[in-house]
């Protein structure tokens, strides 16, 4: 279930970012376009090119990722009938994916992301999602 094997994750994991945290850092998001991160392009989930995977800075995990991959699993949480791809799904922190992601930042318009690694196909892709604030669900 967690991956074991990604360095990079191992070493975010070390720095833990709590919900306040990540929604005081959300406000300094204008949701203006930024053609550093071309965020409006990642309002769902969807493969990372490689440049912007230089150029987001990884700031750490969630808190309680890991209780919370133990609580939920691979469960998603859609109450309002969304799925994985929709651009208005809930970003649910507890829940699949986003339990096992790490938070980046765009240095130039400081967005948030949220990116993980997905395993179900045939070749690991490193997917992104843009957090926009509106989105964030928390219990
Ligand atoms: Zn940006």
Request: glycine share 4%; hydrophobic share 25%; with cysteine.
């Amino acid at each position: 279930m967690v991956s074991k094997h990604k360095n990079n994750k191992i070493m975010n994991s070390e720095n833990k970012i709590t919900y306040s945290e990540l929604i005081e850092a959300l406000k300094k998001d204008n949701g203006k376009i930024c053609s550093s991160c071309t965020k409006h392009d990642y309002s769902s989930w969807s493969n990372i090119t490689k440049d912007l995977d230089c150029e987001l800075e990884v700031i750490g995990g969630v808190e309680e990722s890991e209780k919370a991959i133990k609580k939920n699993g691979y469960t998603e949480y859609h109450p309002d009938e969304t799925n994985y791809w929709s651009k208005d799904a809930p970003v649910a922190l507890e829940f699949y994916p986003y339990h096992e992601s790490s938070i980046r930042r765009c240095n130039t318009c400081n967005a948030l992301f949220l990116s993980y690694i997905e395993h179900s196909g045939h070749l690991p892709q490193k997917r992104l999602r843009w957090i926009r604030k509106k989105l964030l669900y928390l219990r």
